[in-house]
């Protein structure tokens, strides 16, 4: 064992021994879910909070568990940090690979509590070189597997969201979005893109990830920047157009900021029904281990969300200097808690009639789990019913087994999207997997299925 090792296993027992100063987190797995989550009162603690998690990936053959009557499928595997996932309507799936890379600007990443953070975050796989490369995928015989795996585009900045409207396709790098042209069954695209609209970027970029969508008339694009600190460590002056979701009008080539306030949003999806607007995020750290909720709300034109002044409406964050009563007056709460430091990243509604009718009109939620929770949370897909256009108790677990039996990391999920025939694909960007989840009578005929992960 060399000095370093040892250094940093010391660390990591040092580091968990001061989380214990915090109040553990509750085992029930649906903490913090539903509208109105309860609200402890603010810890603090003097290093982050950590679960100190390790990795051991998927034993050969072996997959996620899923409800009865559905069976997972390795839908691709060899991939390089899989995050997000869009699939065309020719029905090839690209998977954007793409990875955090930690700035010396950021005051997150110095000193004894950066250095900590960035331990655990190489630790989980989430701190590495990043790919920077999108790859199609393409089940040619329809047996649930991708048979072919073709470099669709590299040279990108950490790529990210993915959407199409007409013949032009849109990718969003870590500093704005570009644009390629796209013919249906099209398997590579040359270049880097066509400049569409930049987005605030580096030089710290502390939440790096940017998603993309198109309205659902195709008129306008909606890309997701999130803040560049916890709550405003880097300075405010740093967090301009940051935690929030951007429109970007196609016709007028003008981009202006739709809702803010929101501190990390990644997926978005349109309620089938209404057609409204909603987004997943990441609530802020270092206050409990059950609070505050990541959470899945609606997003109003113009809505403030709080962030970083307060949370869930009104709850003000002391820490946050100088205080703004006059915007946490005006914060919207959001509408349904996701349950404390899950790090809800994917957000896919359901349409498709491949499932069974209780999941019509639902919402599965790629958690990709916590590095700062004790005990960890998250690592999983669950899925959350819908009616009359609202969210609805209780959430279920869809997609399991990501920790195994002794909290070890075989996966972590990120992007859901659902197939041209119904099925559900999963991002796992520490098993460098894309997963298949498909109704068993359907899979019947296909490929067999990968085994229950092993405990």
Same mark, same amino acid.
């Given at each position: 064992m060399t000095r370093q090792t040892l250094f940093s296993a010391s660390a990591l027992a040092a580091l968990a021994l001061a989380a214990c100063t915090m109040t553990p987190g509750s085992s029930d797995p649906f903490v913090g879910f539903g509208p109105n989550p309860p609200m402890a009162k603010a810890q603090s603690?003097?290093?982050?909070?950590?679960?100190?998690?390790?990795?051991v990936g998927w034993p050969a053959g072996a997959a996620p568990k899923a409800p009865a009557g559905f069976v997972v499928t390795r839908f691709a595997e060899g991939l390089d940090h899989p995050r997000w996932l869009y699939v065309l309507p020719n029905g090839d799936a690209l998977v954007a690979e793409s990875?955090?890379?930690p700035s010396p600007a950021d005051k997150s990443n110095q000193g004894i509590k950066g250095y900590f953070q960035k331990l655990l975050m190489k630790r989980v796989g989430s701190a590495k070189p990043s790919p920077n490369k999108i790859f199609l995928l393409r089940d040619v015989d329809g047996d649930g597997v991708a048979e072919t795996k073709t470099l669709f585009a590299q040279g990108l900045t950490r790529p990210f969201g993915m959407t199409l409207v007409g013949d032009t396709l849109y990718v969003a +790098?870590? %500093?704005?979005? $570009?644009?390629?042209?796209?013919?249906?069954?099209?398997?590579?695209?040359?270049g880097v893109g066509t400049k569409v609209f930049d987005l605030p970027g580096p030089p710290i970029n502390h939440h790096w990830t940017k998603n993309v969508v198109a309205s659902p008339d195709g008129s306008k694009l909606y890309a997701t920047v999130?803040?560049?600190?916890?709550?405003?460590?880097?300075?405010?002056?740093?967090?301009?157009?940051?935690?929030?979701?951007?429109?970007y009008d196609i016709a007028t080539a003008k981009p202006r900021v739709f809702a803010s306030g929101i501190r990390n949003p990644n997926g978005i999806g349109f309620e089938p029904t209404t057609?409204?607007?909603?987004?997943?995020?990441?609530?802020?750290?270092?206050?409990?281990?059950?609070?505050?909720?990541?959470?899945?709300?609606?997003?109003?034109?113009?809505?403030?969300?709080g962030w970083p002044y307060?949370?869930?409406?009104? +709850?003000? %964050?002391?820490? $946050?200097k100088p205080p703004r009563p006059d915007l946490v007056a005006k914060a919207i709460a959001p509408d349904y808690g996701l349950g404390p430091h899950t790090a809800s990243l994917g957000l896919a509604f359901y349409t498709a009639d491949a499932f069974p009718a209780q999941y019509k009109g639902g919402a599965f939620v790629g958690q990709h789990g916590s590095w700062n929770r004790n005990p960890l949370n998250g690592y999983r897909v669950v899925f959350i019913p819908f009616a009359g256009g609202r969210p609805q108790m209780p959430p279920q677990m869809f997609l399991s087994g990501f920790l195994n039996a002794k909290d070890k990391i075989q996966g972590r999920p990120v992007g859901v999207v659902v197939d041209k025939r119904g099925a559900l694909l999963v991002a796992d960007d520490v098993g460098n997997i894309v997963w298949r989840v498909a109704p068993a009578a359907r899979a019947a005929s296909t490929a067999p299925a990968a085994a229950p992960?092993?405990?």
């Open positions: 603690s003097l290093l982050p909070v950590v679960g100190v998690p390790d990795v990875a955090s890379v +790098n870590d %500093d704005g979005v $570009v644009s390629f042209p796209y013919a249906a069954g099209q398997t590579s695209e040359q999130g803040s560049n600190s916890n709550v405003g460590d880097n300075g405010m002056e740093n967090e301009v157009g940051r935690a929030a979701i951007w429109e057609g409204v607007m909603w987004t997943v995020s990441n609530e802020r750290d270092e206050i409990g281990n059950d609070m505050p909720s990541d959470y899945l709300t609606s997003v109003r034109d113009g809505g403030f969300y307060s949370y869930y409406g009104q +709850n003000v %964050d002391t820490r $946050v992960a092993a405990n």
